[in-house]
Every structure is written in structure tokens, then in C-alpha cells.
């Protein structure tokens, strides 16, 4: 079996949501049924699947979710500065998740199976998770780096900007959701970016019997 770590992010400081949600909930502990938060949710996947993740955060209440295993990064000031600080944490394959997405069954399943150097996952909004090989490790770095400097000086670049610069900066291919890397999730995978996203989801998935892989 290729050595494999998961990693789920779930560092930022939920600056903007805590100031436009007072009092909401952190949106990785919003509580699905059978009564799991997301973050369990997604931990509880990772097992199932036969791999112990890894939550990176600094926040008390997700580390008291994560199970004993959790990793507090150096440097957080944006999703791609805190995967940089992971990098001692890679493995042969790594994987890397968001920590406020809720991942269908078929979800979770296209992101363990994909068995290519790198891959994206997502829709066509949104990217909700990575793949990558050791072979790609520098390919990562640098990648980070470039997406860092393209900023300009804002923090809040995530994984799908990453993937924006990626697939820029490589422009000998189809355009970025015809690439053969990038994998579009087949089912009601979805983040939580705001309360309503929240009502939205409980209409359309939950309160519809569709929320699958389940305990």
C-alpha cells in the first residue's frame, strides 16, 4: 500500500465569518446526522477508508474534534502559506482536504481512488480537495510560492487559486476544466461558505434522505 497522509485544513482564523456571522458556529462544526460536526464527519471518512487523518488547526474547539491527531502550523496567514508549513508532513501520496466541505459518499471515493501524480477536485466553482505524489512535491512548492506572489499582498488564496495559477501558468493545455487533471466531483460534495449555504444544503440533501455514507 502507498504510504498516504490526509491532511484536512481547518486553520484560518474565520475572521470574515465570525464578523459577518456573529454568533454562528464555526462552519467546520455545524452538525449533521446522526449528530457528527463536519470536521467528524470527514475524520470518520478518512478511517473508514483505512487512513488516520490529520487536522491542521490551531483553533481549541476542532482540536477537541480531531481525535488526538492534529497539527498546529507554523505560518497560517492563508490556505497555501499553511499547506507550505505542512510540508514535513508529506507522504509518497498526500492528500489534502478543506475542512468546512461536506463529502459525499462518491465524493470522498473519487479523491482516495485518484491514483495519478496530482490531481484537483471540485466543481466548477469551488475546489474542494488534492492529490498529489512525492514525485510532485517540488512542483507543489513551487506552485505555492507562485500563487503566494500573484496575491499581491492578500491572504485568503485557497487551493482553487492555486489551481487558477496552475493551470495559467501552464498554457499548453485545454482550458482549466478540461485538463485531465482536474476531477469534477459527481455528487452533492459541497462547503459551507455561509449560513444560507447551510439551509440550502439541509433542504437539498439532508431533508431529502440524500446524505450518504453515513456511520
Known amino acids: 500500500m502507498i504510504e498516504t497522509t490526509v491532511l484536512i485544513l481547518a486553520a484560518g482564523d474565520n475572521t470574515l ?33 483505512g487512513i488516520e487523518p490529520i487536522v491542521v488547526t490551531h483553533e481549541p ?3 477537541k474534534e480531531s481525535d488526538g491527531r492534529h497539527y ?56 474542494f480537495a488534492i492529490s498529489f505524489r512525492k514525485s510532485q512535491w517540488l512542483m507543489m512548492v513551487k506552485l505555492i510560492m507562485r500563487t503566494i506572489e500573484l496575491s499581491h499582498g492578500e491572504l485568503a488564496r485557497g487551493i482553487g487559486h492555486m489551481w487558477n495559477v496552475f493551470c495559467k ?8 476544466m478540461d485538463r485531465p487533471e482536474f476531477i469534477l466531483i459527481k455528487d452533492y460534495t459541497s462547503d459551507i461558505d455561509a449560513p444560507g449555504f447551510w439551509s440550502s444544503f439541509n ?8 446524505l450518504d455514507d453515513l456511520p
Request: aromatic share 10%; hydrophobic share 35%; charged share 25%.
Open 61 to 63: 474547539t476542532i482540536i
Open 203 to 210: 433542504i437539498s440533501v439532508v431533508d431529502r434522505g440524500r
Open 72 to 127: 498546529v502550523p507554523v505560518i497560517r496567514d492563508g490556505t497555501v502559506q499553511t499547506l507550505l508549513s505542512t510540508i514535513s508532513l508529506w507522504k509518497e501520496r498526500t492528500i489534502i482536504l478543506h475542512g468546512d466541505v461536506i463529502f459525499g459518499k462518491i465524493g470522498m471515493d473519487q479523491v482516495f481512488s485518484w491514483d495519478k501524480p496530482y490531481g484537483s477536485f471540485g466543481n466548477y466553482f469551488e475546489t
Open 17 to 49: 465569518w465570525r464578523k459577518v456571522y456573529p454568533g454562528a458556529p464555526l462552519k467546520h462544526l455545524y452538525i449533521l446526522p446522526p449528530g457528527e460536526t463536519i470536521i467528524a464527519r470527514q475524520i470518520r471518512q478518512c478511517k473508514d477508508r
Open 169 to 176: 501558468d501552464d498554457n499548453r493545455g485545454p482550458k482549466m
